[in-house]
């Protein structure tokens, strides 16, 4: 603790110090003594997004020296409604905050010592709002009574060449206010330069030769207090220009003939020099940890030798800019941007050990991620090295987010659930970003490492054990990738970073050969990459590489294309919408050169665009090298169309565009979907505002709701092309996008919409696999996906007639022998009463129900018309299908009832001891125990006309169920 008189203790009590929106009471902040922070939300907000009636204030906030004021200690987590820094309400539109600094960060004695800095940032509880100071910037407030602002250098840290001169200027604040004083410079502890400020002290340091730490020493004029700041001069070495080892490239370079050397090549346009600093050097380089440069590529490069093989080594790389641009740091600290793995200070402690065992420890005393690096590791043993992927037109994609998909939230949990895959027909799992992204439970596309596994899902060897489960079951692994941005931590945005508070964090600088400062579009979220800078189009070439050559990952899906182009940016954080919406030749041309590339390396990987923009740019993908086979996947969003049906409120809403016919692609590549992880629940939206104009088929009744989603499958799983089914749409999840941690709905406008909360799992808490109604979803979209799947007319021709309550699809390939399945329609009732629906068979004969496993229910062509109850389907065929599996979710899966529709009695195909028959609320209305057989016939002459359940179990405890018609 610094020491003062009893006058200046006075003085402190009763001063208050501010920085525009935050103030501090007392006026100065010693480590150890009660210190009050108040922010206030009376005032303009900032054009940092500013914190719009919060239910709650929380301080994100760190304590550091004159490198970097989080650099001690931070005490937060961003996002989460923990009490982790909440403030108190003080009721006049301010919050508070008291904290003794000493404690509260859990500093050491030597940290308190050399505290100067305090940095913080204010937000709600699941920080979709944030307040900073004017320019975007962190609050910082100093520590001690005393200040030394050094105005000259304007970084704590600055690089020299030997002989050099450097002017050095500096002021004193004491009780926060600027007054004059004596000063005295040290270099070294040798004191070089002193004098008086009136109120700014100035002098020139000759000659600088050799690095070192310059110490500015003060005292105002007014009392005998002291303070000092600090400052690091580095001299710049003489960089050996060398070629690279032949063959080595960005990134780790192993070995194959020797596992105790490893190459380290990094390209740095404008940088100086780079010095690598890790476990084989305690991180304290010398210069023989001094990279060299290659004079034909200006690549940085250096040989490790001496490594331990099969140990996990780390390391970063301290980066130096002689004359760095405004506002940007002589020197950076960071991971390697092609790391494959990395520790992260932040997250690690996060991690379960049974999801990611044995982590190696994080480096102590340094900051940010540091990359690994483990030579002479063992080779994953595939079991599938010639995986046959599905054809795209076949492909019933399973969308999934790890974190909410089961309790342990890792690789082996969806292991585990293979059956549960496979028993759905589901050909391809869709994985949210996998990659190292910022913090633990996120949706994943605040990525910055696109190349590193992030540890919080599972180790690298057990996500390969995943891909090839995967293949053993004949399902496509594709990762959801998101190369449009990149967040803070990431090595290149830190490299060449805008940080003029000099926090050690920042968005890319004018001289970024990666990224653009502005983002030209206008969806942009974290760092705006810039697709037509050489390095960037060369760094995600060598993303796509390793997941396709190192996991064996079957197809990408390329998050926020929009946002590859830089022909719509206007200069400010504000992107130009209607252009962005519109056709872009730039990115057409450059995201056509990333799929060649996926091409060349898998000539069957798929390549998949959220792009959701105008048909004729969507065209130029869809039919590219579409007579090679090829062709780009793009997502169809559909959510809205089908949910005014499944709500049964807007019987005029057109789905023709879930066919590739609308939007003129030459062949099947829209992947139209009712439900992804960005659109609200289907069934939410069923319970909140379905039709309840018949009370016997209420759709915000839960289960007439569940009842009317196999239905939805009918309408969505059969129209050739590939699909997706976003996960657990199958079971009828109900719960909304916007569900928060504690379960409750926050939907935009309420203080943070929690869209990105981990989600609680009621699927397998509460066993909806046995559920009767869930479990019917299940089994429909199953049997729908094995039809798509197998049958080939659902490669073929199709028309949708759509824009009533009673669509109808129409599916042919009249390639197909006539005594074949070659025409197959598919009817759906989505009113609230029951409806007559004219057939339109386009020719006599046998029609086929194909839902009917034992295909014994059958109509006559000539049949004119048909009744559909509230929220039934039919999905008929000319002949019964041939190649269905004979794959069940259970041992009574191919329950089967007969007559269906029935009028007084039905019979079932299996023998059973307990029959059940439950109405559409889910009441069981009828029940018969006892030993029967296939021949027993079931009495139903007293219940009502209607759609009904019937359930069947046998004496091993097996069970089905499946639907009825009462006429």
Known sequence: MKKFTLFSLLILLVTQFSLGQVSINPGAIEVDQPVTITVDLNSEASNCNGLN?????????????????????????????????????????????????????????????????????????????????SGCQDFIFLVGLININILNPANDLVVLNSGDNLLVRANLRYLGNIEAGSFQVFFNDAQVANGNGFPTFQTTLTNITQSGTVRIVGSPFSNSEVGEGSFQVV???????????????????YDPNDATKATLVVSAPGKEFIEVAGSFNNYTPTSDYLMKKDPSTNQFWLELTGLTPGAMHHYQYWVYDTNPIAGSPSLVKTADPYST??????????????????????????????????????????????????????LVIYEVLIRDFDINRNYQDLINRIDYFKNLNVNAIQLMPVMEYEGNESWGYNTSFHMALDKYYGTPQKFKEFVDVCHQNGIAVILDIALNHAFGRNPMVRMWMDDPDGDGWGGPADDSPYFNKFPTHSFNVGNDFNHQQPLTQEYTRRVVEHWITEYNIDGFRWDLTKGFTQNCGNGTFDGDFGCTQNYQQDRVDVLKEYADYSWSLDDTHYVIFEHLGSDNEEQQWANYRINEGKGIMLWGKMTDQYNELTMGQNGNKNFDRAGH???????????????????????????????STNS???????????????????VTLTIPGPKMIWHFGELGMEQSIFTCNNGTVNEPGGGGDCKLDTKPQPQWVNNWTSDALRSQIYSDWARMNDLKINEPVFEGDYTINSGGFTPKIFIFDTSIPNDQLRNVIVYANFGVNSASVSTDFPYGGTWYDLMDETNSTTIDGSTANITLQAGEFRI?????????????????????????????????????????????????????????????????????QGLYLVNASNNSGQSSTSKLVKL
């Not at 009636?53 to 304590?63: A, D, E, L, R, T």
């Not at 020296?65 to 987590?77: C, E, L, Q, W, Y």
């Not at 003489?238 to 780790?252: F, N, S, W």
């Open 235 to 253: 001299i710049s070495p003489t960089v050996t220009e060398q070629a690279k080892p032949a063959g080595t490239r960005d990134g780790i370079n």
């Open 53 to 133: 009636n919060p239910q709650k204030v929380y301080m994100h906030s760190g304590i550091g020296d004159n490198t970097n004021a989080f650099g001690f200690s931070v005490i937060g987590n961003w996002g989460q409604d923990d009490g982790v820094g909440e403030m108190t309400n003080n009721g006049d539109g301010t919050y508070s905050i008291t904290i003794t600094p000493q404690d509260y960060y859990g500093l050491s004695q030597t940290q308190a010592d050399n505290a100067t800095q305090i940095g913080m940032v204010f937000r709600n509880p699941d920080g979709t709002q944030e307040l900073k100071a």
């Open 341 to 394: 793995l990395v520790l992260s200070p932040f997250d690690d402690p996060g991690i379960p050990a049974a999801s990611f065992p044995n982590i190696p420890a994080y480096p102590a005393g340094q900051q940010r991620e540091v990359t690994v690096l483990q030579t002479g590791q063992t080779p994953y043993d595939w079991q599938v090295t010639n995986f046959e992927k599905p054809k795209m037109e076949d």
């Open 696 to 714: 016997s088929h209420d759709v915000k009744n839960l289960n007439v709701a569940l009842s009317r989603m196999s239905a939805l499958g009918a």
């Open 661 to 691: 016919l609308s939007r003129g692609f030459n062949d099947k590549r829209l992947i139209a979907y009712a439900e992804s992880h960005d659109e609200e629940r289907l069934m939410y939206k069923n319970l909140q505002f379905g039709n």
């Open 876 to 944: 008929l065929g000319n002949a019964p299908p041939e190649t269905l599996s004979v794959d069940s979710v259970n041992a009574l899966a191919q329950l089967n009832i007969y007559p269906n529709p029935a009028n007084t009695e039905f019979s079932l195909n299996t023998n059973t001891n307990k029959v059940m028959v439950i109405d559409i609320t889910g009441k069981a209305v009828k029940s018969f125990t006892g030993d029967f057989t296939a021949t027993t016939q079931f009495d139903i002459s007293d219940l009502n």
